[in-house]
């Protein structure tokens, strides 16, 4: 009896190790897919000299993210974007739509500043994503050496062709190891000619 025992727990074993390949295969293949998948949804641009780098995605509930990183160091961590409008909201279910790059070349001269001409370089990403009832939100960053600026481009529904931003997302969350300086916050309407806060306060 002994023989038939240890033939079925070697069949059983061969089971087990032929099921456990099949589970790593597949685990495989939905680590790939899942990778392929975010590497498709997730857009990054870099600066002309590859040092600074923007990644821009959406999570899981369809919310703009992105962040920011320098050499490979995170500068700023997965910070959301968005907004909520009178027309509709921009803010979660998105989906992505399509992304156009382009260089920035520009040289301008002003006498009032440390350097009086300035060539600007940089890269530029625009990323167009819709909502459920496709409804359209564009973001633009720009990425130089040294900077990265953004903007938002919302295309006219309709006979609708303005709208009221009810709410904004835009954020940036810092790594705990950021240092920080902070300054005063001026009142609002005070100052000369009830300005402020048009300008910083004192350090």
């Not at 609708?160 to 931003?165: D, G, I």
Request: net charge positive.
């Amino acid at each position: 009896m002994s023989e038939p025992v240890f033939r079925s727990f070697f069949t059983l074993k061969m089971c087990l190790f032929d099921t456990n390949l099949k589970m790593k295969k597949i685990f495989n293949r939905l680590f790939l897919l899942l990778l392929f998948s975010g590497t498709v949804s997730a857009q990054e641009i870099s600066s002309p000299d590859k040092n600074l780098k923007v990644r821009l995605f959406l999570n899981s509930s369809g919310t703009m993210m992105y962040n920011v990183s320098y050499n490979g160091i995170i500068m700023l961590e997965d910070s959301p974007l968005g907004m909520v409008t009178n027309v509709s909201d921009f803010s979660q279910g998105l989906s992505f739509i399509e992304k156009h790059e382009r260089n920035v070349n520009k040289s301008y001269t002003e006498e009032k500043i440390k350097k009086s001409r300035v060539d600007y370089q940089a890269h530029e990403m625009t990323v167009t994503y819709e909502t459920a009832k496709k409804e359209k939100i564009s973001v633009v960053f720009q990425v130089s050496n040294n900077n990265i600026a953004f903007k938002y481009q919302l295309a006219q529904n309709g006979e609708t062709a303005r709208c009221t931003v009810e709410k904004e997302l835009s954020g940036f969350k810092f790594p705990q190891f950021t240092t920080t300086f902070l300054t005063p916050q001026a009142s609002p309407m005070m100052g000369w000619k009830a300005t402020k806060p048009s300008y910083e306060e004192e350090y």
